[in-house]
């Protein structure tokens, strides 16, 4: 098989563009790696790859799952990805992972294993007793699992529901997991070549508050009009992604648009940091300035020859 090639970083980085770049140059197909490109609808706010980009580079693990699929986890899209790979394996054509999920990066790459209890009747009761009494069931959860509670947020139903359930069904608190997750990070499901984009912090929030001005210009609140008139809660999972539950809050009259815009470039700029914290930590990336990205994409492409194509 081919060594992987993944394009990571935060938001906002040219990290598709050089991905289609790349793909074109020398027939690879992309793997997007993003947690909210998998759901059908989310386009403009994910800023999913359009019709014309797709025709310049075959893509994957876009458009997989409805919004209101709650079963949808890291490690479903694990399996998704391991088929996709082994299809390219087969037609021999050169995978390029591109994305700024971390989790769901080291899905592909890492022997995580994720056997984490799963129970989705236990799951959907659980979900009842925190929509009754979000406070009182963030306080249950974190007598229970001290590490979680002092690091999840009372109004992360996601996370704090699945601590929860972690725990009952194991009987061990889900922040006890992280040793394994960290130790199992050291063994490679895939040979692989990690190639890291970052720019200074001044332009990164630049970039990131033109992304989102272009976002809105291209439709944004008009998606999030129409995924809910198709009755998607808000309270979903993938409703509660960044763009997507700002506006929310906007057409539910609870900031006016202005505010609502400004909310979804700060929670970017903020994501954007935690994405360079997840990516900093693995010394096998080679990172690139991309202050000036046309210089920036001569070395990466000088730098691919050399380690994925041995040009």
């Known amino acids: 098989m081919k060594p992987l090639l993944l394009i990571c970083g935060p938001t906002a ?71 996709a790979l082994a299809d390219l394996a087969r037609r021999k054509v050169q995978p390029i992972l591109v994305g700024g ?72 608190p889900f922040s006890s997991f992280n040793r394994e997750y960290l130790a199992a990070q050291r063994h490679d499901r895939y040979p692989a070549v990690r190639v890291g984009l970052a720019m200074p912090r001044k332009k990164l929030y630049d970039a990131i508050d033109r992304r989102v001005d272009r976002m809105m210009a291209e439709g944004l609140l008009d998606e999030v009009k129409g995924l809910q008139a198709k009755g998607y809660s808000r309270q979903l999972p993938a409703m509660q992604a960044i763009g997507y539950a ?24 903020q994501f954007a940091k935690r994405q360079l914290t997840w990516f900093r930590r693995d010394e096998r990336i080679r990172w690139f300035d991309c202050e000036d990205y046309e210089e920036a994409y001569r070395e990466i492409e000088r730098y691919v020859k050399e380690t994925v194509l041995h040009e």
């Not at 799952?65 to 890291?74: A, C, E, G, K, Y």
């Not at 406070?135 to 109004?155: E, I, V, W, Y």
């Not at 057409?251 to 909310?263: F, H, N, Q, T």
């Open 101 to 172: 999920s971390g989790l769901y990066c080291d899905a592909v790459l890492e022997d995580m294993g994720y056997a984490l209890p799963v129970d989705a009747a236990l799951r959907k009761r659980l979900e009842a007793e925190y929509d009754a009494d979000p406070q009182a069931f963030f306080t249950q959860m974190s007598m229970d699992d001290r590490p979680s509670g002092q690091k999840l947020h009372p109004n992360d139903k996601k996370r704090v529901v699945r601590a929860r359930e972690v725990f009952l069904l194991s009987g061990r």
């Open 13 to 83: 980085c040219h990290k598709s563009e050089t991905a289609l770049r790349l793909g074109e140059r020398w027939g690879g197909e992309i793997l997007s790696v993003d947690s909210v490109a998998v759901y059908r609808g989310m386009d403009i706010g994910s800023a999913k790859p359009n019709l014309s980009e797709r025709q310049r580079v075959p893509h994957h693990l876009i458009d997989i799952v409805d919004p209101d699929d709650t079963s949808f986890s890291v490690a479903a899209f694990q399996q998704v990805a391991d088929t």
């Open 246 to 269: 700002q506006l929310l809050a906007y057409l539910e009259r609870e900031v006016p648009l202005e505010k609502a815009v400004e909310d979804i470039k700060r929670a970017t700029r």
